[in-house]
Every structure is written in structure tokens, then in C-alpha cells.
């Protein structure tokens, strides 16, 4: 078998793999099917998620369903206000050697030591505690006491908020939302959907089904990814999305100029091409297209558009002025 036949064959198993993890999901968090999707490519991808929805949808059973489908370790942070940077990333501990009675300090590490961390209601954990998970999210490391402790790959966070109650939380600012590769909102299922939620979780059923991917499999899933092609034209397009969500760009539409007061970071740009790569893999393509860019363009770029006073009193959706910057580029 020559190279090229050795990683047509890996590619063709690790999208296989991939398909059978989204059906899997797909056929255990029902009328779901677009969160699904978006979580498994911002994996695929190596970024993390918020997950926006209110309580009772499920946002804790689907990611602790996709750590156990791709046998990764799975950690839930349950954040309140009391909760402390050193509950998140670990503390030192004072050791004392009974023999010798030479102490010592060893360092306990805290749950984000982990491949997939649930940090649930992550607004209500205060700014402080919040901000002890920005080098973890960006950098895949934690410093602690002059040292650093690098994370064990893959790490994926994702953090949950509820959109109802806002009374004792703390929003995340944009420094920290703009870590987050997608950002997804989870709507309550129809009437259908519904009816099959009730029915399989007030059965006695325990089904569990062996894990589809290895985390050595995973990894090398997420390198492949960056391997997908990027064509240059894709990429100027990109670019040009990004430069219309800021309302002092030539290229902004009115809509733009008049909801908005600050566009997409560069950040923005670099989960469209990302997630476009990991979409294109699973599609059994290997460059990526325009329709790519249009399918990830919401998730990617809605939490990091910041809507001017006249778009906050209008109520207008961040997802529709996404919309907008995208048809100045790519045409309706």
C-alpha cells in the first residue's frame, strides 16, 4: 500500500468514526441535530464551546455523552460565586515525610486538569475565578506559584450559561468570550421531539454503546484538519466578513454601521477557517468552500459582535447582522 493509499484509508475510518459519533448524539439528544453538528466540528477543530440554553435541555447530558463517545476524561465544574481560582486549577499542598519529617509542597491539580470540562453556569462564577480559565482556554497550560503545568491534549471546554436569570451572575467579558470558538443557543424542541425526550428518559433502558474514537484517534483527527486546503479566494473572503462586521469599515453595510459598535476580532476569522476545514473533512472534501464559510459563520462570529445602543434598544439579533456581513461578501 503506498503513502497516499495509507491516508486515503485513515481519513475514509476517521470520517466514519466521525459520522457514527453525530448519529450517536444525534440518536440520544433529540431535535438537536445543528448543536450536535457544531460541537463535534469546534472539536474537531480544537476549540471550545458556550452553550447557551435554559435549564432542562440537556446541555450536561451532551457533553458528558460526547466525553464517553471518544473515551476522553470528563470533569463538571459547578460554578457559584464562592467558588475560587484554586478550585478550578489546583493548590499546593504542605507534605510532611513521616520518616524524616521533611516537608514539602506538592501541587494537587484541580478539575481542569481533564480532556473535556463542563464548567456549568460559567456566569456565575465571578470575574476572578473566570479569568483563571483564560491561559487554560487559550494557551492549553495553567501557571501556578512561577510554574507552569501544561494540559493534557485534547482539552475542550465548554461552559454553559442560562439566558433567563440574570440576577447574581457575572456575563463574561469579551476577552473571554472571544476564546470561545462557537457559541451555540439550544432551543426547546417541538412538539415531536419532545414527546420522544419524555418517553426515553422516564424509561428504565441503561443501553451504553463502547466508545467511537480513542483520544489517540481524536488527535490525529484534529491535525488532519489543519491539513485541509484552504484556497486563497476562501480566505480573502473570510477576511472580507471580518472587516464588514466593524461599523468604521469601508465595507460595512448600514445595518452594520447603525447596530453595531465593534465587529469581529481576528479571532473570529480563524474559527470560520477552522471550522470550514473541519466541516469539509467531514463531507469527504479537502479544501474548503464558500458554503463552508456561510454554514459556520453564525456560531463563530455571534458573541463577538458588541451591538451599539441603537441595536440594543431595537432588540436587533447579533445572528441577523452576521447574516448581513456575510451576504455583502458572499451575495444573499
Not at 424509561?203 to 454503546?209: A, F, K, M, N, P
Amino acid at each position: 500500500m503506498t503513502e497516499t493509499e495509507r491516508l486515503d484509508a485513515e481519513l475514509e475510518r476517521l470520517r466514519a468514526a466521525a459520522r457514527e459519533l453525530r448519529g450517536r448524539l444525534n440518536s440520544q439528544f433529540f431535535g438537536q441535530e445543528e448543536t450536535v453538528e457544531f460541537l463535534i466540528l469546534a472539536l474537531m477543530a480544537g476549540g471550545h464551546v458556550l452553550l447557551e440554553g435554559a435549564p432542562g435541555l440537556g446541555k450536561t447530558t451532551l457533553v458528558h455523552t460526547l466525553s464517553d463517545a471518544v473515551d476522553l476524561r470528563f470533569q463538571r465544574l459547578q460554578c457559584t460565586p464562592d467558588l475560587m481560582p484554586s478550585d478550578v486549577l489546583g493548590t499546593r499542598v504542605l507534605r510532611v515525610d513521616d520518616d524524616t519529617g521533611a516537608r514539602s509542597f506538592d501541587f494537587e491539580k484541580g478539575p481542569v486538569f481533564t480532556n473535556v470540562l463542563l464548567t456549568d453556569e460559567v456566569n456565575r462564577a465571578t470575574p476572578r475565578t473566570q479569568s483563571a480559565l483564560l491561559e487554560a482556554m487559550q494557551e492549553r497550560q495553567v501557571t501556578l506559584h512561577g510554574e507552569t503545568y501544561p494540559l493534557d491534549p485534547p482539552f475542550f471546554m465548554v461552559a454553559t450559561q442560562n439566558p433567563i436569570e440574570m440576577e447574581g451572575t457575572y456575563p463574561l467579558p469579551e476577552a473571554q468570550l472571544d476564546r470561545f470558538l462557537f457559541k451555540l443557543e439550544l432551543q426547546l424542541p417541538d412538539h415531536g421531539d419532545l414527546t420522544t425526550i419524555l418517553s426515553a428518559t422516564t424509561s428504565s433502558s441503561t443501553e451504553t454503546s463502547p466508545p467511537s474514537f480513542s483520544r489517540e484517534e481524536w488527535l490525529r483527527l484534529q491535525a488532519l484538519v489543519r491539513e485541509v486546503a484552504a484556497p486563497s479566494n476562501v480566505v480573502e473572503t473570510v477576511a472580507s466578513i471580518i472587516l464588514a462586521t466593524h461599523p468604521d469599515h469601508d465595507t460595512a453595510p448600514d445595518a452594520i454601521r447603525s447596530h453595531l459598535r465593534y465587529g469581529s476580532s481576528l479571532r473570529g476569522g480563524q474559527a470560520i477557517l477552522l471550522a470550514a476545514k473541519a466541516r469539509a473533512l467531514l463531507a469527504d472534501r479537502l479544501n474548503i468552500s464558500e458554503e463552508d464559510v456561510r454554514a459556520v459563520a453564525r456560531p463563530a462570529l455571534r458573541h463577538r459582535l458588541i451591538l451599539s445602543y441603537e441595536g440594543e434598544a431595537r432588540g436587533v439579533r447579533r445572528d441577523e447582522l452576521v447574516d448581513t456581513a456575510v451576504a455583502a461578501v458572499l451575495g444573499s
